[in-house]
């Protein structure tokens, strides 16, 4: 996902995915940490780059379970 805000400054970055944590005047602070948890949680990894003054974009990866795998589950 990308933006067109004005990206991140290495302060906000510091703290990005500290639960509780927001720039904004309304929310909790609670979505980017949440977002990570469960990510890392399956086995991936959430990142960001701040592409200052053009915005921010977010990547997340996730493993890919084998195929014999997947068949195990289905029978």
């Known amino acids: 996902m990308t933006d ?3 990206g991140i400054s290495d302060e906000v970055a ?3 995915f500290t639960p509780f944590f927001t720039t904004k005047s309304e929310g909790m602070g609670l ?3 949440l977002c990570r948890t ?3 949680q399956h086995g991936g990894h959430l990142e960001f780059e701040s592409l200052t003054p053009k915005g921010t974009v977010f990547r997340f ?3 890919v379970k084998s195929r014999l795998h997947l068949d195990k589950i289905a029978a």
């Open 4 to 6: 067109v805000g004005e």
């Open 14 to 16: 510091s703290q990005l």
């Open 31 to 33: 979505g980017l940490s």
């Open 38 to 40: 469960v990510v890392e």
């Open 61 to 63: 990866t996730l493993p």
